[in-house]
């Protein structure tokens, strides 16, 4: 089955950066259009970028536009997320998603997704 894998969430100050990486297996890379997702406790899972399946097009949330960053590596078989200018708001265990549709759509709602990992904390905190 389709396995999906976060890592380099961590320990940031306000404005710094990190970046988040996925990788997926059992499945052909190039098939999925992929997106991030931020939850905090109590709070719904929120939408932050998504990609389409060649990396040409891009969508982020509101609250992240001009400070994220997604992209993928077809090649290296890895997505991620560059978070620049981080705050305290962003603190959130993030999730990578991915979806297999034909075309070259990107996708911002939950229920679009069919496969999720586990997720990685990122906190934001002087």
């Known amino acids: 089955q389709v396995q999906l894998v976060e890592s380099g969430g961590g320990l940031v100050q306000p404005g710094g950066s990190l970046r988040l990486s996925c990788t997926i297996s059992?499945?052909?890379?190039?098939?999925?259009?992929m997106g991030w997702f931020r939850q905090t406790p109590g709070k719904e899972r929120e939408f932050v970028a998504a990609i389409n399946r060649v990396g040409i097009t891009v969508n982020y949330g509101d609250s992240v536009k001009g400070r994220f960053t997604i992209s993928r590596d077809n090649a290296k078989e890895l997505l991620y997320l560059q978070m620049n200018s981080l705050k305290p708001e962003d603190t959130a265990v993030y999730y990578c998603a991915a979806v297999s549709r034909g075309g070259f759509a990107y996708y911002t709602e939950k229920y679009e997704y069919e496969h999720w990992g586990q997720g990685t904390q990122v906190t934001v905190s002087a």
């Open positions: 059992g499945g052909t890379f190039t098939d999925f259009a």
